[in-house]
Nanobody
Framework: VQLQASGGGLAQAGGSLRLSCAASGRDVSSYSMGWFRQATGKEHEFVAVIMWTTSNTYYADSVKGRFAISRDNTKNTAYLQMNSLKPEDTAIYYC????????????????WGQGTLVTVSS
């Protein structure tokens, strides 16, 4: 499975961006998909997940109410709508697929995209 993340860029505080994660190589409709981020000098941080079984979504407290994860199985693509952006949201965002453990732990995920940079200016 290859994951291609896109949609990152520069936004002002309070603005919005929409990230996309296009999967190829196989149908990922039976995989949970998610997003992590990594700010400079920090560890990977869980952002959001959408479960393949129920389509339930879960978010980090830091983004709850501002970010929304979704998926379109007909397009083999997941999305992360980011609203009310803050400077502390600045990071490289990675999409992930296929978790076999606790979703908030990076090591649980088998497939990672290459990352897309989000920069939020104050």
């Amino acid at each position: 499975v290859q994951l291609q993340a896109s949609g990152g860029g520069l936004a002002q505080a309070g603005g919005s961006l929409r990230l996309s994660c296009a999967a190829s190589g196989r149908d990922v409709s039976s995989y949970s998909m998610g997003w992590f981020r990594q700010a400079t000098g920090k560890e990977h941080e869980f952002v959001a997940v959408i479960m393949w079984t129920t389509s339930n979504t879960y978010y980090a407290d830091s983004v709850k109410g501002r970010f929304a994860i979704s998926r379109d199985n007909t397009k083999n693509t997941a999305y992360l709508q980011m609203n009310s952006l803050k400077p502390e949201d600045t990071a490289i965002y990675y999409c992930v697929a296929y978790s076999t453990g606790t979703y908030a732990i990076p090591q649980s995920w088998h497939y990672w995209g290459q990352g897309t940079l989000v920069t939020v200016s104050s």
